[in-house]
């Protein structure tokens, strides 16, 4: 549905040129959830912007529905752009419109007939659960309604793409999921494909089918979910990851547990997918001669699969542990040793 | 009441205050137009929009500064072999509206402009993503986002211009202002320059009141 083939894009300012975009090449498939995630500044923007044609690239090709949306432009570039809905941070609502109003908004720049629009309306007021708020004004609205409003708004014209930029970034815990709910919803009803770009880890791991890392322009990591959680390779990856899976009181559990026990071995364990059902622990403490100390343990459900970690501390003899360390290596489980600091 | 205002001959007043209004609303509807066209066209050539041209921004912007500039008597005066040619006269309540309209449009324009500033860039991305066209995106966007912003604009604007049918009542052009400067300060009749000062003053209190109420009407922010 969208590939992008060595795009390059390069800012001109008079402090000299900032290359936001530096070659990426990228598809993504039909139906497909992709998420893009990068710090600020990394160029995900920029990258977005590519694919609805209002940032044009400074050289690659960047396709979307088979339309070179980098060569088009006039009439074929805004019927192009019709089938490319997309949603904002700040929701970007016309104030002066009711909800109502603003789900129309672009069906009457697509020129549909007035009768149309209304039952087009009333069906994507249901689709996303605004129905009583429709003469409403946007200030009148909470956050997680007025990103309802943008998503109708994004999907009247029936769009094949939908573009999510920093989505629910503005958005409380809470409301940020019921708004990933109704994406995935859209995504399975409507067979919809999503690009989105966000910094937090968790929107990737609740709602994306595949990763792209994005740092200083370039794709420095891509995969599926799951295997990007289970074996980050790039130091930024992992500094993703760590925000679903490392919370902070962890890492002072562990400075303290450095101090209590001086001896043993601090041990982190990644489970995926079927792997975290089996009863690990107590085959460990039945096969060897271990005390296990259980620190602290999640486990994060992703678009495909459960994804788990555990922090234990491993006290007993030497050979002991490293046997038992070999032993959980041949169990499907990802297994770090952790170095006092 | 003819002992209080011995000078004053209701039926001249009445006549002046209908030529003052007059003048003002020919005047505040032309301004209106010319105003957003000119606003439109200096916020659409500006840097990072639509029609980003700094050739065509630097002429607009010069123009507006300049007709912004000078002062509205001195205007007049320099418009005179203007109004001649397009009104046929330099008399009366219609001869003043050239003046009036080319002294108070660039002021607006600018009033214009800062309010299609004030429009959240996002929005205009929005319907750019959309597919919007330009036209679309004024009418659609542009003006009805900004719509509170002018009609305050086109309020102080059009205080303003009452203010300057008086100016333009002095040298010839009838009105309220013509009437306080000749049969008050001439005639030394002081009650009919008062009754005329308290008639301006109604005017724009109720311009004032009509611009508040529906400022708030359209306002949903």
């Not at chain 1, 006039?74 to 019927?79: A, H, I, K, M, P």
């Not at chain 1, 100390?293 to 542990?321: C, E, M, P, R, W």
């Not at chain 2, 009104?87 to 009366?92: A, E, F, K, M, N």
């Not at chain 2, 009749?189 to 009141?209: G, S, Y």
Request: glycine letters at 8%.
């Amino acid at each position: 549905m969208i590939t992008l083939s060595n795009v390059t894009k390069i800012y001109k300012a008079a402090s000299g040129s900032v290359t936001a975009v530096d070659h990426v090449n990228l598809h993504v498939a039909e139906g497909e959830i992709f998420g893009i995630i990068g710090y600020s500044g990394a160029g995900k923007s920029s990258l977005l912007r590519l694919l609805n044609g209002l940032e044009k690239p400074t050289s690659g090709e960047v396709i979307v529905d088979g339309k070179d949306m980098g060569k088009i432009s006039g009439s074929e570039l805004r019927q192009a752009r019709q089938q490319i809905g997309m949603i904002f941070q700040h929701f970007n609502l016309l104030w002066s419109r009711t909800v109502r109003e603003n789900i129309a908004f672009p069906l009457e720049i697509a020129g549909v007939p007035k009768e149309e629009r209304q039952k087009r309306v009333d069906e994507l007021i249901r689709l996303v659960g605004l129905e009583g708020r429709e003469e409403a004004y946007p200030s009148q609205l909470s956050g997680g309604q007025k990103q309802r409003v943008g998503i109708a708004r994004a999907l009247a014209n029936r769009p094949k793409v939908l573009l999510c930029d920093e989505a629910t970034s503005a958005l409380d815990p809470q409301t940020t999921d019921s708004i990933l709910d109704l994406l995935v919803d859209i995504n399975q009803r409507l067979g919809l494909t999503i690009v989105l770009i966000t910094h937090e880890m968790h929107v990737i791991r609740k709602i994306c089918d595949r990763v792209a890392v994005m740092e200083n322009g370039k794709i420095v990591e891509m995969g599926e979910v799951l295997q990007v959680f289970r074996k980050p390779e790039q130091p930024i990856t992992k500094r993703f990851v760590k925000q679903v899976t490392e919370p902070e009181e962890t890492k002072e559990a562990m400075a303290h547990l450095f101090d209590q026990y001086p001896n043993g071995k601090l041990v982190q364990l990644t489970f995926v997918g079927d792997s975290t059902e089996q009863p690990l622990i107590t085959q460990l403490i039945r096969q060897f001669d271990l005390t296990v100390n259980i620190l602290q343990g999640k486990i994060s459900q992703t678009h495909h699969g459960a994804y788990g970690v555990l922090f234990v501390h491993l006290a007993g003899a030497n050979d002991a542990i490293e046997r038992a360390l070999a032993f959980m290596r041949q169990q499907q489980v990802e297994v770090e040793v952790m170095a006092s600091e | 009441m003819n002992s209080l205002f011995p000078n004053v001959q209701w039926e001249t007043i009445w006549a002046a205050t209908s030529e003052t209004l007059y003048m003002t609303g020919m005047a505040v509807v032309a301004t209106f137009i010319v105003g957003i066209v000119l606003g439109l066209l200096l916020f659409l050539t500006s840097k990072g929009n639509i029609w980003e041209n700094k050739l065509a921004n630097t002429i607009i912007s010069s123009v507006v500064n300049i007709f912004r500039s000078i002062p509205f008597i001195i205007l007049i005066i320099l418009l005179i072999p203007f109004t001649k040619v397009i009104v046929g006269t330099i008399l009366g309540a219609d001869a003043a509206l050239p003046a009036l309209i080319i002294g108070a449009a660039p002021f607006y324009a600018r009033m214009v402009e800062i309010a299609l500033r004030e429009i959240d860039k996002g929005v205009m991305e929005a319907a750019k993503a959309m597919g919007a066209t330009t036209a679309q995106i004024i009418w659609k966007v542009l003006i009805p986002e900004s719509l509170p912003a002018l009609i305050s604009g086109i309020t102080v604007t059009a205080i303003a211009l009452v203010g300057y049918t008086a100016m333009a009542g002095v040298v010839g052009a009838g009105g309220l202002g013509n009437l306080a400067y000749l049969e008050g300060f001439q005639r030394n009749h002081n009650d009919v320059t008062f009754v005329a000062t308290v008639l301006i003053l109604v005017i724009v209190f109720i311009i004032q009141f009509i611009g508040d109420f529906v400022t708030s009407k359209i306002d949903k922010r």
